[in-house]
């Protein structure tokens, strides 16, 4: 069991199972913070807390950028272990199977969420990047944006028909829409204990109505997670209301329409003249 640890500048490289704290785990890892450094993988199963879990890992983040190739993750590379109250704010980067926060799910996780970019090829999600057959993701979202060609989602990459339960993704901030696996919710609803059906706000989850989306009690609050931090619209002038309405001043900002699925009742005004000749 490892336990009650702060580690901080961290740097650390490897080939395969790399982690922070231990790069293969089989036992119980809890209330562990990594809060600065750097870890890079040169093959597989790389995370920033452990490279692979096949043990329990509890009340635990991560708050730094990984690297690796296949099986990359913020918190945990490859997890075939329990995972429950975590999460993971650092940028992640791989080529297969990259996530967030983990890398591949053989198992069920609770309670999480990450913020983070997510940068891949294949399989890449800005929770989880891939799952085995039928696992489970329940009370977690992601708000990272995510980045990659195939097998791409908000919240999970490839599914394998995981079932998926009150976990929430926002294409607007993960400025990706396709791979909808999950449920998607808005920012402004995110930003109220409403928003999250049958989370527990009394023993794991905290809220701070309208300034902050749901931590986890007893953490640090993430400065991803303010909403003065939160970009959840793709045109940058206006905030869509009656009063104040997003500006079109660009082609791309009119096409970009299209794609706040979430802010479907929202008001536009256009600023600018705009050549459309090529569309």
């Known amino acids: 069991t490892k336990k009650d640890l702060v580690l901080e500048n961290v740097d650390i490289e490897g080939n395969t199972h790399v982690g922070t704290i231990v790069g293969y785990n089989k036992g119980t890892v809890k209330e562990i913070r990594v809060i600065s450094g750097n870890i890079e993988g040169k093959t597989e199963r790389v995370g920033g807390l452990i490279g692979t879990n096949e043990g329990a890992i ?53 309670n999480a969420y990450a913020t983070g970019k997510v940068e891949g090829q294949d399989k890449v999600g800005g929770l989880v990047g891939e799952s085995g057959w039928r696992k489970a993701i329940v009370n977690s979202y992601a708000i990272g944006e995510v980045i990659g060609t195939t097998n791409v989602g908000c919240l999970l990459g490839l599914s394998n028909e995981t079932g998926l339960t009150n976990s929430y993704f926002v294409p607007e901030v993960s400025k990706q829409l396709t791979g909808v696996i999950g449920i998607v919710n808005t920012i402004p609803k995110m930003l109220k204990q409403t928003g999250y059906t049958s989370w527990d706000f009394n023993d794991i989850w905290e809220i701070q109505d309208g300034k902050t989306l749901a931590y986890l009690k007893d953490m640090p609050i993430p400065d991803a997670i303010l909403e003065e931090n939160i970009e959840y619209t793709l045109i940058k002038d206006g905030k869509g209301t009656e009063s104040d309405p997003f500006i079109i001043k660009t082609v791309e900002d009119l096409v970009s329409i299209k794609n706040m699925i979430t802010l479907a009742n929202s008001y536009y005004k256009l600023g600018n003249d705009l050549d459309l000749t090529e569309y």
């Open 58 to 110: 509890t009340d635990c983040y991560a708050i730094i950028p990984v690297i690796g190739v296949t099986h990359v993750g913020g918190l945990v590379g490859y997890c075939g272990g329990t995972i429950n109250k975590v999460y993971a704010t650092g940028d992640v980067k791989g080529t297969t199977a990259v996530g967030g926060l983990l890398g591949h799910l053989e198992t069920t996780i609770s």
